[in-house]
């Protein structure tokens, strides 16, 4: 597949090195030479130092035959532009990146469409949503729902109170129990299990479920000590946080800390409800954090542009009785870093736009793609086609790769978890983990 790259920022980077690894025909080009030379070694694109709306420029690199072409440059005009460019001289998809809420109206998808952009990208909703979605079970490391909701995955990490430790899966997680594991997170290594492996203590665990047994998840993880979210600290003041604040359910409260007194007289005013009050001072100030009620907050949420101070002022409110943290950490070197230090949640906005931006590669029906960077493995939901591999078999004939398991699948609407001998039928969206490998690999199975 032919793909152009335009932006060699922080999100055109990360994609390039990750689709490079897939054996991808990739030109990333830039109007400034410097962001292009300090690719790491291993990144295997071809680099072409341009400006993305320079017709010529765009001719020279192939946009005329290119599969996918992906504008994620810091200027919102320049992306769309080179991306309606890039339509007209002949490219079959394309992708723009936004930085303004109004343009992901979806009333606004249709304009788009006639001016050649197939599909927006606004990262910081991205991760806002992923922290509001977090923040609303404050016992779980991550939650991905499945077709709004009717199959449900939680990562979790497992402490001494879980009633399920160092028994075989087989002993508690059989065909009619009410969750499966389809994964473990074990210090760095990722474990696609089978019925003698055991869970332990530390682990981060991977539950598939369906939402009426979240409940009985929370009891047997020992996880219903653990306070409801309602009062939040944000510290940070740009654009995520912003939309964050914006998008809290409205039993939660927040108090967002910003160091810049101008940029906290524009979040008064864009930030002007009863759920947000803006305060000026520096987060990571533990005076000002027990005086803004630290005490009585079940989460921290740091989103501030440097991945070290939003680690150490989680490590900080953690310290200081926060169960709930979460840290927005840019650099992909510190994630591990964080990890380990256990703060809960970890958010990405490249990985983020990264896995929304993959899912238009693959040829199969498939959607909601999603690259756990905790786990270096992608869950997505893929609808079997009539007459596909996967609905020819049962699940344990088929055949998958090492590393591939299937979580579960929706069948007119309702959720259903999935065994060796469930039989997947044309129509249903079923869920795939795939630890390691190429999804595109995996969507032969449901073509």
């Not at 869970?199 to 306070?227: C, Q, S, W």
């Not at 039993?251 to 002007?272: G, P, T, V, W």
């Not at 950490?329 to 230090?341: F, G, K, T």
Request: proline residues 2%; aromatic residues 6%; glycine residues 6%.
């Amino acid at each position: 597949m032919k793909i152009i790259i335009a932006g060699a920022y922080a999100i055109g980077r990360h994609l390039a090195r990750l689709l490079s690894r897939n054996n991808h025909d990739i030109v990333l080009m830039d109007e400034k030479e410097e962001n292009l030379d300090n690719l790491d070694g291993d990144v295997d694109v071809l680099t072409f130092h341009a400006s993305p709306t320079s017709v010529k420029a765009l001719k020279e690199v192939g946009a005329d035959d290119a599969d996918l072409f992906i504008a994620v440059t810091p200027d919102e005009s320049k992306n769309v532009s080179s991306c309606a460019l890039a339509t007209a001289l002949g490219a079959k998809k394309t992708v723009s990146k936004v930085n303004n809420y109004e343009y992901m109206s979806p009333d606004l998808r249709e304009i788009f469409g006639k001016v050649g952009i197939t599909s927006i990208v606004f990262p910081e909703m991205l991760a806002a949503r992923d922290i509001t979605n977090g923040l609303k079970m404050s016992w779980v490391r991550q939650r991905w729902d499945v077709h709004n909701g009717a199959l449900v995955m939680l990562g979790i990490k497992l402490r001494a109170e879980c009633e399920i430790l160092n028994e075989p899966l087989k002993n508690i997680s059989g065909p009619d129990d009410p969750f499966h594991i389809v994964a473990i997170k074990r210090g760095e290594e990722t474990i696609i299990p089978r019925g003698d492996d055991e869970l332990k203590i530390y682990d981060i665990a991977y539950f598939m479920t369906t939402r009426n047994y979240i409940p009985y998840i929370r009891k047997i993880v020992g996880k219903e000590h653990y306070v409801d979210v309602k009062n939040i600290i944000i510290m940070g003041g740009g654009s995520t946080a912003v939309l964050a604040a914006l998008t809290l359910p409205d039993y939660m409260n927040a108090k967002l800390i910003e160091q810049s007194e101008k940029r906290c007289l524009e979040l008064n005013e864009i930030l002007d409800n009863d759920k947000v009050m803006v305060i000026n001072g520096d987060g990571r100030d533990i005076s000002l954090l027990v005086e803004e009620g630290i005490k009585s907050t079940q989460a921290f949420v740091a989103l501030t542009d440097n991945a070290e101070t939003n680690i150490l002022a989680c490590l900080t409110a953690k310290r200081l009785g926060v169960r709930k943290t979460v840290a927005m950490v840019e650099n992909i070197d510190y994630v591990s870093m964080a990890q380990s230090l256990d703060i809960g949640t970890i958010v990405n906005k490249k990985a983020l736009a990264a896995s929304h931006i993959y899912q238009m590669l693959l040829d199969a029906d498939v959607a909601n793609v999603r690259f756990l960077m905790s786990a270096n493995a992608d869950v997505a939901e893929f609808t079997a086609q009539q007459g596909s591999k996967v609905t020819r078999k049962k699940v344990f004939e088929i055949g998958l790769p090492q590393g591939v398991t299937i979580g579960g699948l929706v069948r007119q609407g309702e959720g259903h978890l999935v065994s060796g001998s469930t039989q997947i039928e044309a129509g249903d969206i079923v869920v795939v983990f795939c630890y390691n490998k190429n999804l595109k690999n995996i969507e032969k199975f449901f073509k």
